[in-house]
């Protein structure tokens, strides 16, 4: 397979399709003739704009994953990769998003359809295990039925498989929501990735298609409990990470069902994503000290600058080890 010339981003003006756009232009291996189709309901909205005015290789396409057919028909020209996201919906929704866009794909010789999914524990597992979460079952199937459908075609197949965004603790009542649903997951850390990453590996399978074709890639950043994040956060920024009371978790937990099963699932089973293997893909993977220094909405509340001085600790005496009892630069 050649690198694609043409490539059609679902969901362009959205999390994951936006940052596939901006991996591909950031990469080296993006034709300078490439065309970037960015697929919106709404070429108008703002999102749309700010997406096309990246890159003159950026062209908004107007559709919906539901009428694929529409897609190919009013695309400028043979469409050679396409990178699919799905949206929650009624049951039954993801499915008609993914599969029907899938066959039309085969239908007009796309070589290659990247469809981000999620992980269901780890590599081999994720690939056996539908889970009890309706949104991450959904993804199962969805992996299923193109693997199923893709055999003696000319469309092959990579799976994305991330776990839980960063981006969703966001400085507002949501982020306060998420963080406290992933207090109530308890002591077993939660994997999670910035959604930039996501991107990054989409570009990665989209611009080497055949080092990428037929396999899986699960993407995480970091795993952490609530506890540890707390953590993190404060040594980071310098503030408290935002979160309320417990029971708005469990209360947002009951109201969002779908969402709710997803952290109930975590405090049994959740994602197994190697990290370790992630990272020696994408060495620039973020943990969520990393995350929240350059991409989160947050604001660092003073410089933690470390001084020597401030490494020194009391001792047996009481006394600092500088020999003062009350030593402002130590803050002891
Ligand atoms: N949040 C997480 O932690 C997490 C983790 C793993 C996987 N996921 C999965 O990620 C997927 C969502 O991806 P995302 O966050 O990148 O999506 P998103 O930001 O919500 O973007 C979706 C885009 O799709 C378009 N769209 C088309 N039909 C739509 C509809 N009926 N309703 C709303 N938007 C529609 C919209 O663009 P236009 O308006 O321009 O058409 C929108 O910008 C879900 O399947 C979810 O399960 C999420």
Redesign the pocket.
């Known amino acids: 397979m050649s690198i694609p010339k043409t490539i059609l981003v ?9 940052s596939t756009v901006k991996a591909l232009l950031a990469s080296p291996q993006l034709p300078a003739d490439a065309q970037i189709l960015a ?4 070429t108008s ?1 703002p ?2 704009k700010a997406l096309a005015a990246l890159d003159s290789r950026v062209l908004l396409h107007t559709g ?2 539901t009428a694929p057919g529409a897609i190919f028909n009013t695309a400028p020209g043979h469409i050679d990769a396409v990178f699919c ?5 009624p049951a039954g929704a ?1 499915e008609t ?1 993914a599969e029907g866009l899938f066959d039309a794909s085969v239908a007009h010789n796309v070589s290659h359809f990247v469809f ?1 999914s ?1 992980d269901r524990g780890g590599e081999t597992v994720s690939d056996m295990n539908e889970t009890s979460v309706p ?2 079952a959904t ?1 199962y199937r969805i992996e299923k039925y193109i693997r199923e459908k893709a055999q003696g075609t000319n469309t092959a197949w990579t799976f994305l498989r ?4 960063f ?2 603790l966001t400085n507002d009542f949501n982020g306060k929501g998420f963080s406290s649903m992933w207090q109530g997951v308890g002591q077993k850390p939660v994997q999670m990735v910035a ?1 930039s990453d996501i991107g990054f590996f989409a570009a990665k399978a989209l611009l080497a298609p055949d080092e990428w074709s037929g396999k899986s890639i699960g993407i995480a950043g970091d795993e952490l409990n609530f506890e540890q994040a707390k953590k993190v956060f404060k040594d980071t920024l310098g503030s408290e990470m935002p979160h309320t009371f417990g029971i708005v978790g469990t209360l947002v937990k009951t109201v969002l069902g779908d969402i709710g099963s997803m952290f109930k699932w975590f405090e049994k089973d959740g994602f197994n994503v190697d990290i370790q293997k992630a990272r020696s893909i994408h060495p620039g993977l973020m943990t969520f000290a990393a995350w929240l220094e350059k991409e989160s909405q947050f604001e660092k509340v003073e410089k933690l600058e470390k001084t020597p001085s401030d490494k020194l600790e009391k001792t047996s005496s009481g006394k600092c080890e500088c020999g003062s009892r009350f030593c402002s630069k130590c803050k002891k």
Request: aromatic share 2%.
């Open positions: 679902v969901g362009a003006t959205g999390t994951q399709g936006g697929l919106t309901r709404n909205s999102k749309a919906d994953p996201v799905t949206v929650h919906g993801e998003q981000t999620a949104h991450i993804k991330p776990v839980t965004f981006d969703n959604t």
